[in-house]
């Protein structure tokens, strides 16, 4: 979700590098660091237009750091440990909480939830949602006549059509979607993956190596999500590719951002966290990280996302069986793909 798919310029978005930064900007603002994943900096993604809003109000100099999808966001923060200079991190999911609590970097968010509107609703006293979507297959209309109708039929489709697939190790939509396969199959999701490895073409790092395949034609379905579409039918104006819909349900993924327990500027970071569910924040994120915003917008959203996939079925697997379990499902998943 977020991940704005600017398609083929992703592709040639690199990884930010990591430079020491100073702990003042030049004219002697504060800097507040924040870490994310590098679709959410570019100047069509969100990043820009947050921080010129926030800015207008913190006496600040907000500084971005681009990385992977939030899976890489965490284990650089726990790579880094106390030493990490991020104040802010965005872009984990729901179900990291638990393993990021247990790292101990985080400090709690002092920020009210209560205007929260996330399907199933979400509370925690360290992390704040800043949007959410469901997974999906997007697939090309042009090419794919007959798409499924359901994971069962995504599973042991035409072993010719082949999809691209996100790491479940590095990626939040690829752990997503080994959830997706857990809430579906259960105790059988290894059996299943055997059968679906026939079909995947790739299984990248992240996003937006994934839709980039996508897009450049290399395979007609990826995994990615039901707003996906939106970016093409309101910037584009490109209607052939479309999110199919499963009748099992689709995974819900929350996004969420956190602030760090050695934040530099405490307070900004904070602050930073309220903002986020403020009109201001909120109304940006439909139509540059493409996904729904955490709170009712304000603003009302484009009329293509009236034309999105709506799941009936929202799927679920709580964070504490996640963190119990995920471990042992990785592990699955790789020795079932030949990994």
Known sequence: ?????????????????????????????????VYTYESFLPEWGPGPKIEAAFEKTCGCDLQWVGLGDGVEILNRLKLEG??????????MTAEMVPEMKATGLFAPSETDLARLAIPGGFADDTFVPFDYSYLAFVYDTETVTNPPKSLDDLVNGDPEQKIVIEDARTSTPGLGFLLWMKAV??????????????RILTVTPGWSEAYGL??????????????????????????????????????LQVELAGRLKGAKHPDLAKAFLAFILTP???????????????IAPATPLPEAFDRLVQPVKPLVIDAATVAQNRKAWTEEWLQALGR
Do not use: C
């Open 214 to 251: 996508f897009t450049s034609g290399e395979a007609p379905i990826v995994l990615s999500y039901t707003t996906s579409p939106a970016y093409h039918m309101i910037e584009e104006k490109v209607e052939k590719y479309q999110a199919a819909s499963f009748s099992e349900g689709h995974y």
């Open 185 to 198: 199959y259960g105790d059988q999701a290894a059996e299943k993956w055997k059968t679906l490895s026939k």
């Open 82 to 91: 106390e030493s990490t200079r991020a104040d802010v991190a965005l872009g």
């Open 280 to 294: 201001e924040f909120q109304d940006i994120i439909p139509t540059t990280n493409w996904s729904l915003p955490a």
């Open 1 to 33: 979700m977020r991940l704005a798919p600017r398609l083929a310029a992703l592709a040639s978005v690199s990884l930010l590098a990591l430079p020491a930064l100073p702990a003042m900007a030049e004219d002697e603002k504060p800097v507040l660091t």
